[in-house]
């Protein structure tokens, strides 16, 4: 028995769409995702093609996603933030307490509790960036 492979939507498929999810409208997604509106639209009709449905209706005004084009966008959306937290723990193994990690304390303490722990925080761990 042979094993057939799917053809799958690669990332940046889905990321049209979910752009286009987003804004809908070609021009404002494409600029969203920087690329030209004709790659943007280019790549939404791919997806159609790939998946042998219509994702979106569109109008010289607007664009309407179909139905199964919002439950599609869902779908998409959910996966490229699994991607995204993959690649957040390929690179926090590669390079461990680096990256920018938010801070906040309230005003009372913030001016006298920070001056004394940040340089100390960036002496130990100088790839970390801090965002206060």
């Known amino acids: 028995m042979a094993i057939t492979m799917r053809a799958y939507p690669n990332l940046r498929h889905l990321a049209y769409l979910v752009a286009l999810a987003e804004h809908r409208h070609f021009g404002k997604a494409a600029e969203a ?28 005004r607007s664009v309407i996603l179909t139905p199964i084009g919002h439950v599609l ?13 993959m690649l957040d723990i390929a690179t926090e193994a590669a390079a461990p307490f680096s990256g920018t990690i938010a801070l906040g304390t309230i005003p009372t303490i913030g001016p006298y509790l920070l001056p004394r722990i940040i340089p100390a925080l960036r002496k130990r761990f100088p790839e970390l960036r801090f965002a206060l």
Not at 34 to 60: C, D, F, P
Request: hydrophobic share 40%.
């Open 33 to 60: 995702s920087a690329v030209t509106q004709s790659t943007l639209s280019a790549g939404i009709r791919e997806l159609e093609t790939m998946l042998g449905i219509q994702v979106a209706e569109r109008t010289k």
């Open 73 to 85: 966008a869902e779908k998409a959306q959910a996966l490229l933030r699994s991607v995204d937290d």
